[in-house]
């Protein structure tokens, strides 16, 4: 492990112990809170798997991904529960997408936006040419935002416990995951290696 992945790491773990905690709070039954933070663990941990052995400019960049914007993306679906807002990702709301996909404008994807973009380009060590940041964070959080609708609407259609903030949370987060991982390769070519 670099010097870099150690000095962030405690970052990483309070942000992602923090949404555990959001999960564990925003979900009933000690069953099902138990439950979405193995899963939560999991999805993170996937990254670990995958990238640990090829980049670790990779793997920075869905760990981030992951708890950061993760943590901003439940945060916000807790002060959009909180609101009422009608235009919240949720069980509803993931099947009438076609309605202009105002439901993407929610306190949910502004934080995990405003948490997410800013956090990769202060803790990914590959992010310092701002033509090419711009560019390549444009072309992540596209895939982000597909990866969340595929997995939002895939998921959905397989468990009802989706229409839970939490479970909705974790197929969003799941499809974030996503998304990033399948553009990662065009985001490293697009930002040369300053590691």
């Known amino acids: 492990m670099s010097q870099h992945l150690q000095r962030i790491l405690?970052?990483?773990?309070?942000?992602?112990?923090v949404q555990c905690i959001f999960l564990m709070w925003s979900t009933e039954g000690i069953g099902s809170q138990?439950?979405?933070v193995l899963v939560y663990l999991v999805l993170l941990g996937l990254p670990l798997i995958r990238y640990s052995y090829l980049s670790e400019k990779a793997l920075i960049m869905l760990l981030v991904t992951g708890s950061l914007g993760g943590l901003g993306m439940i945060t916000?679906?807790?002060?959009d529960a909180f609101l009422d807002n009608?235009?919240?990702?949720?069980?509803s709301n993931m099947h009438n997408l076609d309605s202009g996909n105002t439901s993407l404008i929610n306190w949910s994807n502004g934080l995990m936006l405003a948490i997410?973009?800013?956090?990769?380009w202060h803790l990914c060590p590959h992010c310092k040419n701002p033509l090419s940041d711009i560019l390549s964070h444009t072309i992540s959080t596209i895939s982000m935002f597909i990866g969340m609708l595929i997995a939002g609407n895939l998921l959905v259609n397989f468990s009802g416990e989706l229409s839970s903030l939490g479970g909705m949370h974790l197929a969003m987060l799941a499809g974030m995951?996503?998304?990033?991982?399948?553009?990662?390769?065009?985001?490293?070519?697009l930002t040369p290696s300053t590691v």
């Open 86 to 91: 009608p235009l919240r990702f949720n069980h």
């Open 116 to 120: 997410c973009i800013p956090s990769c």
């Open 177 to 189: 995951l996503a998304g990033t991982a399948v553009i990662t390769p065009l985001s490293l070519i």
């Open 76 to 79: 916000g679906a807790m002060i």
């Open 10 to 17: 405690p970052i990483l773990l309070i942000a992602s112990a």
């Open 34 to 36: 138990l439950l979405y």
